[in-house]
């Protein structure tokens, strides 16, 4: 029986020409580890759903719908899939993250332990993206992240890379299917918080990411904004009180700086107070 079940989301970008899946099946192949992904296209105008094996290491399940569906609906049913398989982990990927000792951290994690969460640092540059320290409502950036076992209650890792139990997905109610990209963690790892067991496990596995937030070019930098806010408004249902005035206050300070950052473009504007009143 497949213990893990890889879930890899790739926009504009074939899977088999993504840093994330190169990564992981060149050190599949030389260290003949079998691996089963199910992969969603979201920039594929087609629906589709083959069956493929790229190598004899490997089995590829690619889905489209024919439209870009977000994160959580593609995480959802993968989990779902998952406990029909009777497969107890999923691991979600991102398509732009470079994995130098395939899945290996993992599986010797769980030769240990059967931890409910299992998360690698996550490194852009030379900072440390995730796990990121949480307070006051928000992720901080900290490069003081050594292995071992963290509190949800005090630390927050982004999905990118994240192992999680199927049985903890189901006890948490699934991910958000309003929300299509940002906020997805948070609102799935704010449930998993309120569980009795709320600690993850950050292995000794640093894990090369890009990100988006990063980007320069105006015109993408005011879509993705706008894609934040949508996000931000269907997480806002999900919280009260003090949560949900620091959630439209970090919102209010990241508006702040796509401000700038687009140099006071108008639409920016419009977006941001458009979107709050809908």
């Known amino acids: 029986?497949?213990?893990?079940?890889?879930?890899?989301?790739?926009?504009?970008?074939?899977?088999?020409?993504?840093?994330?899946?190169?990564?992981?099946?060149?050190?599949?192949?030389?260290?003949?580890?079998?691996?089963?992904?199910?992969?969603?296209?979201n920039s594929c105008v087609d629906v589709q759903n083959d069956y493929l094996e790229p190598d004899k290491w490997t089995k590829v399940i690619l889905q489209s719908t024919g439209r870009n569906e977000g994160l959580p609906v593609h995480y959802n049913t993968a989990f779902t899939f998952a406990e029909k398989e009777g497969i107890d982990y999923v691991l979600l990927l991102d398509q732009d993250s470079i994995f130098t000792e395939g899945l290996a951290p993992y599986y010797q994690a769980l030769s240990e332990q059967k931890e409910a969460i299992i998360v690698p640092r996550l490194i852009t540059g030379n900072r440390m993206l995730?796990?990121?320290?949480?307070?006051?409502?928000?992720?901080?950036?900290?490069?003081?992240?050594?292995?071992?076992?963290?509190?949800?209650?005090?630390?927050?890792?982004?999905?990118?890379?994240?192992?999680?139990?199927?049985?903890?997905?189901?006890?948490?109610?699934?991910f958000n299917n309003?929300?299509?990209?940002?906020?997805?963690?948070?609102?799935?790892?704010?449930?998993?918080?309120?569980?009795?067991?709320?600690?993850?496990?950050?292995?000794?596995?640093d894990v090369t990411h890009e990100l988006s937030s990063f980007e320069k070019d105006s015109l993408?930098?005011?879509?993705?904004?706008?894609?934040?806010?949508?996000?931000?408004?269907?997480?806002?249902?999900?919280?009260?009180?003090?949560?949900?005035?620091?959630?439209?206050?970090?919102?209010?300070?990241?508006?702040?700086?796509?401000?700038?950052?687009?140099?006071?473009?108008?639409?920016?504007?419009s977006i941001y107070f458009s979107k709050l009143v809908k």
């Open 1 to 41: 029986m497949d213990q893990i079940l890889i879930v890899l989301v790739v926009y504009k970008c074939k899977f088999e020409e993504s840093s994330t899946f190169k990564s992981i099946c060149a050190y599949n192949q030389l260290h003949e580890i079998h691996t089963r992904w199910l992969i969603f296209d």
């Open 130 to 174: 995730s796990p990121s320290k949480y307070l006051l409502g928000r992720g901080f950036l900290s490069d003081n992240i050594i292995p071992g076992r963290y509190s949800l209650k005090n630390y927050s890792p982004l999905n990118s890379g994240s192992l999680i139990q199927t049985k903890i997905w189901r006890k948490a109610g699934g």
């Open 178 to 205: 309003d929300i299509k990209l940002d906020f997805s963690d948070y609102s799935f790892y704010a449930r998993v918080r309120k569980m009795q067991a709320d600690e993850f496990l950050v292995l000794d596995y």
């Open 220 to 269: 993408k930098i005011i879509n993705r904004f706008s894609i934040y806010m949508d996000d931000m408004m269907a997480f806002s249902k999900e919280i009260t009180g003090i949560n949900r005035l620091l959630l439209f206050f970090w919102a209010g300070v990241h508006f702040m700086n796509v401000l700038i950052r687009t140099r006071f473009n108008k639409n920016v504007i």
